[in-house]
């Protein structure tokens, strides 16, 4: 299904067009045109890569704009007595540090924070600009949810092996490990092998549908009445946005924080 228009197809101007033109040079259809599509016939957009680099260019603005700030340590530890942009970077990094600690500790949650918290930022501001008519989250497609998730996925795996070695698959197979449950070690690893691999994918369809069902609603009503009628599904709107950061955070440090953790004898 083609892509309604926004306003990076302002910005970017003949970007289609210039892009079907250097891909049929090349021998290939890319985008644009009524041929101009892939796998047999699907039109494949861009518009959320675009809106992924609008918000990392927004977010890398912001983290600057914060650093030149703060590189007094005195005014970087009294806090601001007015809210700004500075208070509210502050503020998400303290609600996404004080949930992870809560599960997984202080240590933990001090090292896995770099990792959970620009899933936190990228996701909240990515899903926000949802509620700006004329644009388009990145959130609301696949691609980028899958490629978080699959983020998180290989994330899990990777801090799970160096925390335990090779006996980290060992919890694969169960609680029991002994030739006489070889039956049951293989059926759990059948079990357990497709709940991680499931893992993934739904945290991406998870936060692309809520974000796919909010958009398309916001967008109908402010269509139809563009005045106080669509009011409260923005602030349905902004519910949305923040539950399905947390929820995605939440259960990233679900995964994670059971993938580094030791069992207590």
């Known amino acids: ?8 197809d302002v910005l970017l101007g003949n970007f289609y067009s210039n892009m079907e033109h250097a ?3 090349l021998g290939g259809t890319l985008i644009g045109g009524d041929e101009g599509t892939w796998l047999e016939g699907q039109h494949v957009g861009v518009q959320h890569v675009f809106g992924a680099l609008f918000v990392v260019i927004l977010l890398g603005l912001m983290a600057f704009s914060f650093w030149s700030k703060n590189r007094d340590i005195e005014k970087a530890i009294v806090p601001s007595d007015r809210f700004s942009g500075a208070v509210f970077l502050e503020l998400l990094t303290e609600v996404t540090y004080g949930q992870m600690n809560q599960m997984m500790g202080g240590k933990a949650a001090k090292f896995f924070l770099p990792l959970i918290g620009t ?58 490990i002994k030739w006489y449950a070889l039956p049951l070690m293989l059926l759990m690893l059948v079990i ?20 796919v ?22 602030v349905l709107g902004v519910l949305v946005v923040v539950v399905q950061t947390m929820v995605f955070c939440l259960l990233s440090t679900v995964y994670i924080s059971m993938a580094v953790a030791h069992e207590e004898h």
């Not at 299904?1 to 990076?8: E, G, L, N």
């Not at 497609?141 to 799970?160: D, K, Q």
């Not at 609603?217 to 923005?234: E, N, W």
Request: overall charge neutral; glycine content about 10%; some cysteine.
């Open 1 to 8: 299904m083609p892509q309604h228009h926004t306003w990076f």
């Open 23 to 25: 891909s049929q040079a």
């Open 119 to 176: 899933c936190a930022f990228f996701i909240l501001f990515s899903n926000a600009i949802g509620l700006i008519p004329g644009m388009l989250p990145p959130t609301e497609s696949l691609n980028t949810t899958l490629a978080m998730g699959g983020v998180i996925f290989i994330a899990t795996h990777i801090f799970g092996v160096v925390e335990h070695g090779p006996g980290y698959f060992k919890h694969f197979f169960g609680p029991i």
């Open 192 to 211: 357990e092998t497709i709940s991680h691999l499931v893992r993934p994918l739904s945290l991406a369809l998870r936060l692309m549908a809520n974000i």
């Open 213 to 234: 069902g909010d958009h398309k609603v916001l967008a109908l009503f402010s269509g139809l009445i563009p005045f106080i009628v669509p009011i409260p599904f923005y």
